[in-house]
């Protein structure tokens, strides 16, 4: 009988010791899809939605040389008004990430349900409020969405300022990063391109060599900012590009259960070079 019992216990003790592994992501289970952020000892979590909105959002800020108060101020107020997801509706006529209007001439439903289209919006107004730079992230946002709840922007004000400050490449070293499972088949490098230019313009990345992989070449400060920017871009984005590797400066960060890492030591890039290979 003390046998019987003390069998149980055992038997008891592995499938509890099995279920916390598989909590804590350490099991064969992977972990679920989404993204982090981590700068100062703040963590900012976000599932691949918001994820690739929030890359977006950054993105576009940094094509038009915006500020990165400008991309805080934005992700604050699309926290408040859509949880960074791209809504079909909402209260009257809103839609999209800002929640838009088109009654109050924010543009289409079509165009606004566009992000591009809506992030370009937002940021046209932003950029027309004077000082909005000075002012605490829940006034410029209620200068240009004139919410009933002005102050309701401000509790997003510090995950806003964490993800801004990794997304536009100012905290840099991989400081984002996303869990994304392998995707099924392999990208096209050519896509890849496409899409990382519609968002950061006419910048130096295309194919290289026979292969699908892409390369992009920068200097300087302001090249190692955008390098970071783009690379936690294509991450973001990586189950719909399907890339194998991302690498940069000496990181790497792959797909798969090898996203669960994050980003390792990796010599495929450079200070100079984001390297984004296809498999």
Known sequence: MRLRTIALLVALAVVAGVGVAF??????????EGCRASVDGRSVTLDPEQGRNATLIAAIGVR?????????????????????RNLPSGDR???GLFQQRPSQGWGTRREISNPYYSINAFYDVLAKIK????????????????SGFPEAYQEHAPDARTLASVLTGYSTGGKFTCVVHQPTGHGSGDRVVRQVRQAYGAIDIA???????????VSGAGGRRLAWSV?????????????DLVAYDGKRWRTGRHSEEG?????EGSATRLVIEMG
Do not use: C
């Not at 915006?66 to 992700?75: E, N, Q, Y």
């Not at 980003?263 to 010599?267: C, E, H, L, P, R």
């Open 131 to 146: 000082n909005y730079q000075a002012m605490r992230i829940t006034e410029a946002a209620q200068k240009v969405q004139r």
């Open 263 to 267: 980003w390792t030591k990796g010599s």
């Open 23 to 32: 909590w804590r992501g350490s099991g064969p289970l992977p972990d679920p």
């Open 231 to 243: 690379a936690q871009f294509v991450v973001a984005h990586g189950g719909d590009l399907r890339q």
């Open 64 to 84: 038009r040389g915006l500020p990165a108060r400008a991309v805080s101020i934005a992700l604050a107020t699309a926290y408040q008004e859509s949880k960074i």
């Open 207 to 217: 194919r290289t060599g026979t292969r699908q992989d892409v390369a992009l070449h």
């Open 93 to 95: 006529d809103s839609l």
